[in-house]
């Protein structure tokens, strides 16, 4: 499976990005993906997860309410919208994907930085 992530950029606080992470691969299926994050020196945190179908989505506490995870399933595509940006969601964001196999993926991630 290969993840792409794109959507990043430079924004300033207050304002809106969507991300986008679309997998490929041969025969694959994917249960699961997820955004995770990482700021300079810290480590590499999740920040929205959903399952296949969109059933199922979880947070990180301090994004709820300003992030929303989706997926479509036709274009095996998830996206992260991304509002009320604040320079702490300041990160490289990367794609996570869990194959039907049990198998977890990474992108190679997109930088996101928001201006104060």
């Known amino acids: 499976v290969q993840l792409v992530e794109s959507g990043g950029g430079l924004v300033q606080a207050g304002g809106s990005l969507r991300l986008s992470c679309a997998a490929s691969?041969?025969?694959?299926?994917?249960?699961?993906m997820a955004w995770y994050r990482q700021a300079p020196g810290k480590q590499r945190e999740l920040v929205a997860g959903?399952?296949?179908?969109?059933?199922?989505?979880n947070y990180l506490d301090s994004v709820k309410a300003r992030f929303t995870i989706s997926g479509d399933n036709a274009k095996n595509t998830m996206y992260l919208q991304m509002n009320s940006l604040k320079p702490e969601d300041t990160a490289v964001y990367y794609c996570?994907?869990?194959?039907?196999?049990?198998?977890?993926?990474w992108g190679q991630g997109t930088q996101v930085t928001v201006s104060s």
């Open positions: 959903i399952t296949s179908g969109g059933g199922s989505t």
């Open positions: 691969g041969s025969a694959f299926s994917i249960n699961a």
């Open positions: 996570r994907a869990l194959s039907d196999m049990g198998s977890w993926y």
